[in-house]
């Protein structure tokens, strides 16, 4: 090998170019047409710089200063006064990618970017947890926002912990927003993925809310870790545990029925608006009589028009209570519901009670029974 000295800062090696072989505190420059900077090797911070004769780490590629100060634990600094990318190119079916090692694993992380067509990209990988943290200095914490098309789609609030979905301003841990219907789908293995599978919770257009199950299945609910309340798939509710579909609730409603107050002599046969209620099979109804003409003629006495058929239980029809009235004899009616009305009994006998004649007569009548 021969060295050939050229200067104290410069050897010549068989060919090859030291530069200060002597680890002087010497500084190395070359200029360009347009910048006397072009690359400047700082001898004495071991640092490099393009565009700069003071590098700020190992690597400082300089064009304008933009006025912030890198950190101590960077080693490459890219600068400008306005906008700055750093390119990494390839080809057009390629991945692009920065991957992250230490002493202990070679590839613990990569932020890659797939130029194939119809592959992902843009991927955090490598097996690990991908954790997003942000600081501020300020009281302020600084959000996670996730656009599409320059519109945002979600944000993570730092500064209150919660997640907005079509808001900037989530009021809660997860805040779901829309202009119209607005809605979360659970899917699993068993109940597929297509449109009408799985579960919905959600506000529809006109914002009543909705749960929405199109699954054969039935949707409970509990509290201090026991089921309290069940809806079965073919409809009905039970209760604090009961799945039996004999027992469920499968049906409420309240509402009015005209009802004629027959007899076998001759008219008026007075007509009334009575109420009822049906829980299930069981029917109450409530009726009130006022005859506004004079009853000239007695009669059997029935009450017709009910609102649902009855059923006969074992050989048992509804009973019917007379409350209050004296449009029947001896103000006496109760009696017991047939399969389309009530049949008004007198008192100590097994048939009808009869009407009283005169004018100003009145019968308030309640019946319980079951439907078919």
Avoid at 19 to 27: G, K, P, Q, V
Avoid at 164 to 182: E, F, N, R
Avoid at 297 to 316: C, D, M
Wanted: proline residues 1%.
């Amino acid at each position: 090998m021969s060295i050939t000295k050229v200067s104290a800062a410069l050897t010549n090696l068989d060919g090859g170019v030291v530069i200060n072989e002597s680890s002087a505190d010497a500084d190395f420059r070359v200029e360009s047409n347009g910048n006397a900077n072009m690359l400047f090797v700082d001898g004495g911070n071991d640092r490099v710089g393009i565009g700069t004769a003071s590098p700020a780490r190992e690597l400082h590629v300089h064009k304008a200063s933009s006025g912030a100060t890198s950190t101590s634990s960077s080693v490459l600094v890219v600068e400008d006064d306005d906008n700055t990318e750093l390119s990494i190119l390839g080809g057009s079916s390629s991945v692009l990618a920065i991957n992250f090692g230490h002493s202990g694993d070679n590839d613990e992380g990569i932020i890659s970017f797939n130029t194939t067509s119809g592959s992902e990209n843009l991927g955090l990988s490598s097996s690990k947890d991908i954790t997003y943290t942000t600081t501020s200095t300020n009281s302020t914490a600084g959000h996670h926002i996730f656009k599409s098309y320059n519109t945002e789609i979600m944000r993570i609030d730092g500064a209150n912990n919660r997640v907005g979905i079509g808001t900037t301003s989530p009021t809660q841990k997860l805040h779901l927003h829309s202009t119209g219907a607005v809605d979360m789908k659970f899917t699993s293995d068993s109940t597929g993925v297509a449109g009408s599978d799985g579960v919905v919770f959600g506000i529809n257009s006109g914002g009543s809310t909705y749960l929405w199950n199109y699954e054969n299945e039935y949707i409970y609910f509990g509290t201090n870790n026991s089921e309290k309340m069940r809806i079965l798939a073919g409809g009905g509710i039970t209760f604090n545990g009961d799945t039996a579909a004999a027992n469920a609730l499968d049906d409420y409603e309240e509402g009015t029925f005209t009802a004629s107050l027959e007899n076998t002599g001759t008219s008026p046969k007075p007509t009334a608006v009575g109420a009822y209620t049906k829980i299930g099979r069981q029917v109450v109804v409530h009726i009130y009589f006022n005859a506004s003409s004079s009853i000239t003629s007695a009669g059997n006495t029935r009450i017709t028009g009910l609102p649902f058929t009855a059923s006969n239980v074992n050989g048992a029809y509804g009973m019917c209570f007379y409350a209050h009235g004296n449009i029947v004899s001896d103000n006496k009616g109760s009696g017991y519901v047939t399969s389309t009305a009530i049949d008004i009994i007198g008192e100590g006998t097994t048939g009808y009670a009869t009407w009283t004649t005169g004018s100003g007569k009145y019968g308030m009548w309640t019946a319980i029974y079951q439907t078919a």
